[in-house]
C-alpha cells in the first residue's frame, strides 16, 4: 500500500545545480501537484497535472519544470538551483470526484547552498 | 482569488483542555474544505473532509469540525487535548474562484502542555 511515493528524501545542492525531485502513485490518479513549503508561508503550489500530457502552473512555477508522461509518475526539475529553493518538497496525487483529499508524499527536504 | 485564513499561527493548550484552531476562507460558493495534519518531518495526512448539506463533520483522533456557510467558516475542534495532538494543522480549500487548485492556511502549530 505504498501510495505517493518521494525520492529522495534529503538533498543538498550547490547553487546553480540541476536535479530532479521523483514522485510516483500507485492509486491511478489523474490529479497530481507539486507543493512547496516554507515556514510561515504553509504550502503553496507549483505544478499540477490533470492528467499525462497535461501540465500547468501554480502560483510559484519558476524555476522548476515538470512534465507528465505517464499516469504514475510526475517529477519535477530544478534547472539551476537558487539559495530561495532551499524548502521541503511535497507530492501529491487526488482523484477526480470534487471532495476527493489530495494524498500526500513524506517530502523532500532540499538545500540549496 | 480564493483564500484561506487560519487565525493564530501558534496554540498552546493544556492536556485535556478543548481544541479550537479557526478557519475562515473567501468564497462566494461553498468550495470543497479539508482539514491535514502534520506530525514532525512527515507529509500532511487527511483529517476530515466536509461533506455537502453537512454542519458538523467528525474526523479522524476525534476531531470534528463545524461548517457554517453565513460566517465562510470551517473551524476545528477536538473536547479534549491529548499530547499526540501537537502537530501542525491545515485548513484547505478547493473550489469556487480557485478552481481544482487546492489553496492552503498557512497553518496553526498546536504545542499539547503537560
Known amino acids: 500500500n505504498a501510495g505517493v511515493t518521494q525520492t529522495p528524501k534529503f538533498q543538498v545542492l550547490k547553487t546553480g545545480q540541476s536535479m530532479t525531485l521523483q514522485c510516483a502513485q500507485d492509486?491511478?490518479?489523474?490529479?497530481m501537484s507539486w507543493y512547496r513549503q516554507d515556514p510561515g508561508m504553509g504550502l503553496r503550489l507549483i505544478h499540477y497535472s490533470v492528467g499525462a500530457g497535461i501540465t500547468d502552473q501554480g502560483e510559484v512555477p519558476n524555476g522548476y519544470n515538470v512534465s507528465r508522461s505517464t499516469t504514475e509518475d510526475f517529477p519535477l526539475r530544478l534547472l539551476s538551483a537558487a539559495p530561495s529553493q532551499t524548502s521541503v518538497y511535497f507530492c501529491?496525487?487526488?482523484?477526480?470526484?470534487?471532495?476527493?483529499?489530495?494524498?500526500f508524499g513524506n517530502g523532500t527536504r532540499l538545500t540549496v547552498t | 482569488a480564493q483564500s484561506v485564513t487560519q487565525l493564530g499561527s501558534h496554540v498552546s493548550v493544556s492536556e485535556g483542555a478543548l481544541v479550537l484552531l479557526r478557519c475562515n476562507y473567501s468564497s462566494s460558493v461553498p468550495p470543497y474544505l479539508f482539514w491535514y495534519v502534520q506530525y514532525p518531518n512527515q507529509g500532511l495526512q487527511l483529517l476530515l473532509k466536509y461533506t455537502t448539506g453537512a454542519t458538523l463533520v467528525k474526523g479522524i483522533n476525534g476531531f470534528e469540525a463545524e461548517f457554517k456557510k453565513s460566517e465562510t467558516s470551517f473551524h476545528l475542534t477536538k473536547p479534549s487535548a491529548h499530547m499526540s495532538d501537537a502537530a501542525e494543522y491545515f485548513c484547505?480549500?478547493?473550489?469556487?474562484?480557485?478552481?481544482?487548485?487546492?489553496?492552503f492556511g498557512g497553518g496553526t502549530r498546536v504545542l499539547v502542555k503537560p
Open positions: 484547505a480549500v478547493r473550489g469556487g474562484a480557485a478552481g481544482n487548485k487546492l489553496t
Open positions: 501529491a496525487s487526488r482523484g477526480t470526484e470534487g471532495n476527493s483529499p489530495l494524498h
Open positions: 492509486m491511478n490518479h489523474e490529479y
